[in-house]
C-alpha cells in the first residue's frame, strides 16, 4: 500500500509544530510514494534516498532547537533532472548526460538547501526539455495521475505528475515554452512561470537560454508563493538575472481582486482547434473572479499568431548552440571505438541525442546559417519585440490576462508523437509568455471528462506577486484544486 | 623573395592582431589567467563548458579594452554585442567561443607607425573583446587537450588594409607591441603566445585603384615569420598573376621551415560559424564616466614621449626612440634625467652602460629596478661629473648596482674608490710602467704616439682604475718628452 498524500505547506507545517510528525517521517513517506507510485507515473529519475533522511534529520534538529531556516525548511521537494546538484547525477532525462555527476548546485538548489528545504529526487522530463510531453525521455515516459494512459504534459512533466500525487507538496521545473503551465494544467496543479531573469538560471541546463526560466508547482498559489520565495533574487552568475528585490509574496495573498481588471485577449478564445469544454471551464472562472468584483475587458493582442513560429525560430537556434557542448570529449556518453575526431562527434551525438533534440539541433542549425539567418533568426527576433509590444499595450488596460493554458486536456500517451507539428501548435497559448519575458500561472479550474483543465493568468514583468493573489483568490472561492486524482487517493 | 616591395604590383596587407590582456582572471569565469601551470588546473565549470554553467563578463577586461581603443582614438560605441562564433573542437569546450561580431565594443581609430624613413598612419576598422581556446596537444596516438588558456581574454585588433609592405606591417606589430605595453593592457609577450596575427595579402598593379583578391595566412605568432610569410605570399601571387592566372580567395598556412605558403581552404569551404548574440550575456553598456576613468589610466603614448625626450632632454631622434621603446625604460631614464638634470650624458650611460651591466648580470631593468634606482644611476654619474670617481670606475660598479643595489657614495667611499689625484701617488705610478716598459717608451719616443694608449692603460690598472686620467695623461705626456 502507498503512503498517504502529503498535505499542503500550512498543513504539513501545523503537524509538524504539534510534533504530529516529523521532517524525517515526511521525508520518508516521500522516498516510500516516489518509489511506488512515483514509479508507476514515471515521475522521478533519481532518488536521493541516504542524503535526504539526513537532511531532515538536520532539520528536524534546527526545529528542535528553534532555528528553522523557512517556511520550507525539512520539507520534501523535488527538481527537475536539468537542476545542476553538487554529487548528483544530472542527465537531462539524456542518454548524453549518462554517467555525468555534477561538481557544484545551481543557485535555485543552492537556495532551496539554505532555505532548509529537502530535495528528495529529480524528476522525469522531456530530454533537455524539448517537448510537451514528457515522453521524449531516455528514462521512459512519465505518465498522468488523472489517467495512467496520458501523459503529464511536459517537459516539467515529472514535477508535475509529482506534485499532483502527492508525493512532494513542491517542485521545481523550467519553462521555455510552457514546459510548466502546461503539465501543471494537465496534471490540475498550479504551475508558476516567473519573469525572466526572477531566477537564476545559473546551473540550470540550458535549453534556450533567452527563454527558460525556473519556477515551482505546487497545489496551492499560497504554496507556489512560498517555494518562489525561496528561489528568487538576483544572482551575480547569472548575466541576465534581475535586480529588484523580491516582494513578500505570501503577506500579498489578500484575497481581494475587487479592483482587478482581468484582459481577455479575443486571439485566445477562437473556437477553432480547441476544446470547447477547455473554453466553458475557462469563461466559468473568468466568471467567478468577475463575481469577486474584478472587471473583465476584452482586448487584442495582434501578433499571437506569430508566436508559435518565432519560438520554434528563437527556440531552436539557441538550443542548436548550447547542445554543442556534449560533444563526447570532457564528460557525458562517448562513443565507443571512434578512430577519428568527426567520427567521435558523430557517433557521440547520434548515439546520445533522441529524435527530438536531434530535430531541434538541425531546424535551430539551419536558422542560424549563412543565407537564412536574416530570413529567420533575425526576423524571429523583430517578431519577439511586436508579441513584446503587445503585451505592453495590453497591459496598460488590465492588471492580468486570462486564457486557457492548453487547447486541450492531457492526451494519450503516443498520440502525437508521430507529428511533431501538431505537438508545437499545442504550445500555442504558452509560448507567447516567455518570448515577451513576462511571468505567467496556470491553475486548475475544472475537470473535461475527468481530466484536469488549466486557467493561465498572465501578468506584466515582475508581477508574480499579483498572479499569485489572484490565484490564491481564485482557489478561496473554488475546490478544483482540492481534488485528488484516482491514483494518488490511496 | 625580396624583402623589396615589388616591382610589378603594389602589395596590399591588412592584419587582425589578437594579444592576451593582462587581467587577473578570464574574460567570463573566475579562473586565474596563468601559464604552465599543470594541465588543466585553471577550470572551473564555466570555462570546462559544463552543463548549466554561465559566463560572467570581467570588468577589469572591459576597462583594458576601453584603455586600447582611446590610446588608439577609436569611437566607443555605448552598447555592444557579445556572439557566439559556433565550431566544434576538442579545445572549445562549448562549442563556441564568445566574440564580439556585428556590433563590437569599438570602431575606427589608427595607429602612427614609422617606416622606410616616413610617418604612416594605419586605420583601424575595429577592436573588439572575445575569449581564447584551450590547446590541444598530439603526443603519439592521443590528442590531450589543456583548458588553462581556455577563455583567456583577448583583443581583436583590426586594420583596414593600409599596409604596403612586410617592413610597414613590422613597424605597426612593434609599434602596437609598444602602446599595448605602455598601456598596461598586455605584455604581448611573443615566447607565451600572448600574440597571434591572421595576415591578408593581395597584390594590385601600382596605379590600380580596386583591390585584388585577398588571401588570408592564418595564426603567424612571430614577427619574422611574418615578415617571411608575407614576402612568401607576395612572391606566390605575383607568380600567378604573371602566368595569366587569378589569386583565389583562400585560407593560407606558412611553413618557416620551407618558408613557402600552402592553402589550407578555400573560400567555399569556408566554416559557416552561425554568430548570433549570446543570449547568457546582456550587451555591454559604456557610459561617460566609465570612458573617463579609463582615459586617466591612458599614459602618454610612445610616439608623444619619443618627441618630447627630444625636446625636453635634448636627445638624438635615435637614442629618443631606443629609451622610449619600453615604458619602464622611459620611466626610469627620465625619473634618472631629472635627478640627475642632464638628459644628455644620462642617455649615454643609460643606453650603453646600464645597457650592458644589465646583460651582464642577465637581468631585465623590470626586476632590477626594484634594487637599482634611477636616483641611484644619477648620483652615480654625478660623482663622475664631480671628478670624485672616474668613468672606469663608475662603469666597474654597475653591475654590483643593478644586482644588489646600494648608494653608490657609500660604496664608493667604503671601498676608498675616490679618483687618486695625488701628484705624487701619481709620478711613482707612472715612474714605475715607464721603468717597466722602456722598449715601448723607445718606441713612442721613436714616434709611435699610439702607443701611449697603452701606457695609460697600464696606469690605470695599477691603480684600479682610481687614476684621473687627464692627470696621468699630462704626466705621461711631460717624461715622455723627457722632462
Redesign the interface.
Known sequence: MDRPPLGTLPELREALDAGRTSSAELVGAALERAGSLGARLGAFVHLRERAALAEAEAADARRKAGRLRSALDGIPVAVKD???QAGEP?E?ASRI?EG?V???D?TAVERLSQAGAVIVGRTNMDEFAMGSSTENSARGPARNPWDLARVPGGSSGGSAAAVAAGIVPVAFGSDTGGSIRQPAACCGVVGLKPTYGRVS??????F???LDQIGPFARTAADAAAALAAVAGHD?????SLPDPVPDYAADLSGDVSSLVVGLPREYFVEEGVDPGVLARVREAVETLQAAGAKVRELSLPHTRHAVAVYYLIAT??A??N?????G???GRRAVGATR?REL?ERSRSEGFGAEVKRRILLG?YV???GY?DAY?RKAQQVRTLLRRDFEAAFSRCDVIATPTTTDPAFRLGENVKDPLSMYLSDVYTVAAPLAGIPGVSIPCGFVGGLPVGLQLLGPPLAEGTLLRVADAYQRLTRHHLARPPEAAA | MSAHPHPDYEVVIGLETHVHMKTRTKLFCGCEVKYGDEPNHHTC?TC??????????NEQAVDFALRAALAAGAEIRPSSIFA?K?Y?Y?DL????QISQYEEPYCTGGSVEIEANGATRRVRLTRIHMEEDAGKSVHAGGD?L?DLNRAGTPLLEIVTEPDLRSAEEAGAYLRTLQSILRYLDVSDVDLEHGHFRCDVNVSLRPHGETRYGTRAELKNLNSFRFIKEAIEAETARQADVLDAGGTVQQCTLRYDPKTRTTSVMRLKEDAH?Y???P?????PLAIDEARIARARAAVPELPAARRARFQQEYGLSAEDAATTTSSWTGSVFFEAAAKEHGDGRTVVKWFLRDVAHALKEQQLELEDAQRQFTAGALARLIRLVDQGRITAAVARELLPELVRSGGDPETLVAARGLETLSDAGALEQAVDAVLAENAAMVARIRAGEDKLVNALMGQVMRRTQGKADPGAVRAILARKLAGR
Open positions: 536539468n537542476f545542476s544530472v537531462c548526460l555525468y555534477a561538481p557544484f545551481a538560471r545559473h546551473g540550470l541546463v540550458a534556450a537560454s533567452s551575480p552568475r547569472d548575466s541576465t537556434a539557441e542548436s548552440s547542445l554543442a557542448r556534449f560533444d570529449i570532457r564528460y575526431l562527434y542549425t542560424l546559417s549563412a539567418y533568426y | 565549470p570546462l563548458a559544463l552543463p548549466g554553467a554561465l559566463p560572467v563578463l557566439r559556433n566544434f576538442p569546450p562549448k562549442g563556441y590528442s587537450v559557416d552561425r554568430y548570433f549570446d543570449p547568457d550575456l546582456i
